[in-house]
């Protein structure tokens, strides 16, 4: 740990870092636009400047250097002294922003970034009211630069993080910068648009409302979002999310710093594909079949009918015939409640995990890079609680089994009473299950869209989005990392862990932090969880 | 959209399109990958090979210049707009350069850009329809003292008038040299063993291969 003070405060932080980073850690609300921790440092923006203190060349002795050094690119050293509040500093502030101003359309009533933007907050620090260009301005065209994005020069302040982006972290090298020094902009080789897994990032380290994203388009003023810090249920990467919503809909996904696992960025998949989340075809109610005709119960009663029922079951084949098939779309801790109700209601009951779709290859980023070189890695196992539901299952022990192994043994008849979970976002069901399931005495199916096996089932439960709920996702490397409800459940429907919560005989209501301290008693790995950190403002 | 975009994903490349690098470019090119360290590495005397046999460097020729250094299009395309001594439009048999620099544009720099315009009939960047004439503006020419200043091809016209311009315009011999080209001008050098007079090399290659 390096010692440095900044403007007479002496703070403690990492080796060789940046003394930017340094002094955003510390609390610093630097103005900065190039930088970025993810990406190669350019300094090109000049906004960081600060004064540093050098011996004299001549007596050695310590003093203020004549010129400003840009602290992005000046790595900390123990003992060094900078500052951020003089005179000097400010002046250098308030000049750049006049420059980043100069040609700026300052069109922020129709901007999308409006709200969010670093060159509206700048400017309202350092900036000045009144432009004293009295020249016409430099108008650069907005662009069309791909299926996702666009580009609108006229707002850019060249800082080029999306240029350094594409060529260090996607590794696609779309971007360029075409002409130079006043009449520069960015821009791509006509007829190869910006169109890659990842390419949705350069819209998030965009400082102002230069790249767009289509997608949010003049959907939402920022400042109506309300958020929730989630983590992304497309692969089993588990990237820390933020779900920006307002109105009960979300309106965007945001990846979150989250340092070993996704850093700063997320890929496409997973930012646009959140659609289902408002699919009308959803299952929002619980329909329970009483004769030949179903009907929807009350939520109240519901607890009482499915315990009697599953005991009814238990006592006509015994425990060994029951089954359960956890989804690795459920939270762990809704896995570990279903898992405890079925238990304790048949002590032999098999504990299956549920299907993983695997689709493709790893993708690993930069393009063309090795595992283990990946800044970034695409999973092909397109679920986010594998590990999760496979801890649950081992936890219980006894009868457990895959789901190759669940399906073959469900085809043998083993099964007479089973509770199956889904939560997929597509269609799932493999129709041998679907045949030899559809032959049970009692099928529970807990699922977010119909498939072959609602038709089927006794009892129809609505399964809610990842975004509904709250919980902790297991990702590939075993990490837990929580998530938190972003929005309600659609009417008539229940959270998941709800219901679960009451049918596993406990009182009140469900919320992940409390099922893993329930959890942690029994299961060691939920002692403690990861959770990214928390970024101050500003910082990427 | 709202307002008016450019679409930048048109395709300005026909995938199917005749290579307009010939082979004897693509060789010449190609002699260069020894002495540098990677082949993007070679992109500057790629691009002045291409421009000295084709005369400017369009769309096709940047994608399979990029193709052969193994890079993206896209990185063609920002070292060539960041120099403007490179052409991606055809440029004309004489090129008229004007200086947009601070002591030019204090004598009337901008009038005599205005005058070349008007009396070519073209803005910036642009060619005559009978491809006589390219404009083409640049930060400094070098010649402060004697603003404004201006190029035909390689000759340097000083202290020009917006007046003068029509008639410097129509004088047959306004891109005459008048020194002859230095030794130092690395001139492209036809292989002695070739009948084709094809370019095979320049004369700094020949130079390097001579000395090993």
């Known amino acids: 740990m390096a010692k440095i003070t900044i403007d007479n405060q002496e703070i403690e932080c990492r080796d060789g870092i940046p003394v930017l980073q340094a002094a955003l850690e510390a609390g610093w609300d630097v103005p900065h636009y190039c930088y970025h921790p993810g990406l190669s440092v350019v300094a090109s923006c000049r906004l960081c400047l600060m004064e540093m203190q050098l011996p004299h060349p001549k007596t050695r002795e310590m003093g203020w250097a004549p010129k400003l050094f840009p602290s992005c690119q000046t790595p900390v050293k123990d003992g060094m002294v900078v500052r951020f509040d003089s ?111 990842m390419q949705g990032n350069v819209v998030d380290v965009c400082p102002v409302g230069a790249l767009l994203d289509k997608d949010f388009l003049f959907k939402k003023r920022v400042w109506f979002l309300e958020s929730g810090d989630s983590v992304c249920p497309g692969c089993s990467t588990g990237c820390a999310i933020r779900v920006d919503q307002s109105d009960n809909r979300v309106q965007r996904l945001k990846p979150r710093y989250n340092p070993g696992v996704n850093e700063w960025w997320m890929c496409d998949e997973g930012r646009f594909g959140w659609k289902y989340v408002h699919d009308v075809e959803r299952v929002t109610r619980p329909r329970l079949r009483r004769g030949a005709e179903m009907e929807t ?58 299907f993983v779709p695997m689709v493709g290859e ?13 800044k970034f890695v695409i999973r092909r196992e397109k679920c986010p609680n594998g590990r999760g539901v496979e801890l649950v299952a081992e936890h219980f022990g006894g009868s457990t089994c895959d789901f190759d192994g669940f399906v073959t043994k469900a085809g043998e008849g083993a099964f007479e009473a089973v509770w199956v979970v889904g939560g997929y976002s597509e269609e799932w069901v493999p129709k041998a299950l ?104 500003h910082q990427h | 959209m709202a307002w008016k975009t450019i679409d930048r994903n048109e395709p300005v490349v026909d995938a199917g399109a005749t290579p307009v690098l010939t082979e004897a470019i693509r060789g010449k090119i190609e002699s260069f990958f020894p002495r ?67 002591s030019c544009e204090l004598l009337g720099g901008r009038e005599v850009l205005e005058a070349v315009k008007d009396h070519l009939g073209i803005g910036e960047h642009e060619t005559t329809g009978d491809g ?58 036809v292989d002695d063993d070739r009948d084709d007079g094809v ?14």
């Open chain 2, 199 to 212: 370019i095979a090399s320049t004369s700094d290659v020949v130079e390097m291969q001579d000395s090993n």
């Open chain 2, 36 to 102: 540098y360290p990677t082949k993007r590495a070679v992109l500057l005397p790629a691009l002045h090979v291409i421009q000295d046999a084709l005369g400017f460097i369009g769309w096709q020729a940047m994608k399979e210049v990029a193709d052969l250094l193994e890079i993206h299009p896209s990185a063609v395309f920002d070292t060539i707009s960041f120099y403007t001594h490179f052409w991606t439009k055809p440029r004309g048999e004489k090129v008229v350069t004007v200086c947009r620099s601070i």
């Open chain 1, 297 to 354: 119960p009350a939520w109240e009663s519901l607890g009482e009918i499915v315990r009697y029922r599953f005991e009814q079951q238990v006592d006509r084949h015994g425990a060994a015939k029951v089954a359960v098939l956890l989804s690795p779309m459920m939270a762990c801790e809704e896995a570990w409640l279903l898992a405890k109700f079925v238990r304790e209601l048949a002590p032999d009951a098999t504990i299956a995990t549920g």
């Open chain 2, 132 to 189: 006589k004439y390219s404009i083409a503006v640049e930060e400094c020419l070098a010649g402060c003292d004697h603003g404004p200043c201006l190029l035909v091809n390689e000759r340097m016209h000083k202290c020009v008038k917006a007046a003068d311009v029509p008639a410097l315009l129509a004088d047959a011999g306004n891109a005459d040299h008048g020194l002859p080209r230095s030794d130092l001008f690395d001139g492209p050098v």
């Open chain 1, 362 to 374: 790893e993708r690993c980023f930069p393009v063309g890079c090795n595992a283990d070189d990946a």
């Open chain 1, 434 to 537: 679907a045949t030899s399931l559809a032959k049970i005495e009692m099928l529970v199916v807990q699922d977010m869209f119909e498939s072959a096996l609602t038709g089927e089932a006794e009892l129809v439960l609505p399964a809610c989005a990842w975004v509904e709920r709250d919980g902790s996702f297991v990702n590939h490397a075993g990490l837990i990392q929580p998530f938190e409800r972003a929005i309600n459940v659609p009417d008539g429907a229940r959270r998941d862990g709800q219901y679960l919560f009451g049918l596993a005989g406990f009182e009140g209501l469900y919320s992940g932090a409390r099922v893993r301290a329930l959890m942690a008693e029994e299961m060691d790995a939920f002692r403690e969880i990861a959770e990214a950190p928390r970024q101050p403002a």
């Open chain 1, 87 to 197: 005179g000097a500093v400010e002046q250098n502030q308030k000049a750049c922003m006049e420059y980043f101003l100069l040609n700026h359309p300052l069109d922020c009533p129709v901007c999308d970034q409006a709200g969010e933007c670093h060159l509206q907050d700048y400017s309202y620090k350092f900036g000045e009211s009144e432009s004293r260009m009295h020249d016409q301005k430099q108008v650069n065209p907005k662009k069309d630069i791909g299926p996702q994005t666009l580009l609108y020069s006229d707002r850019c302040v060249m800082c080029t993080r999306c240029v350094r982006f594409a060529e260090e972290v996607s590794g696609t090298e779309e971007l360029c910068i075409v002409n130079r020094g006043g009449r520069a902009e960015i821009d791509i080789f006509p007829g190869i648009p910006l169109d890659n897994p």
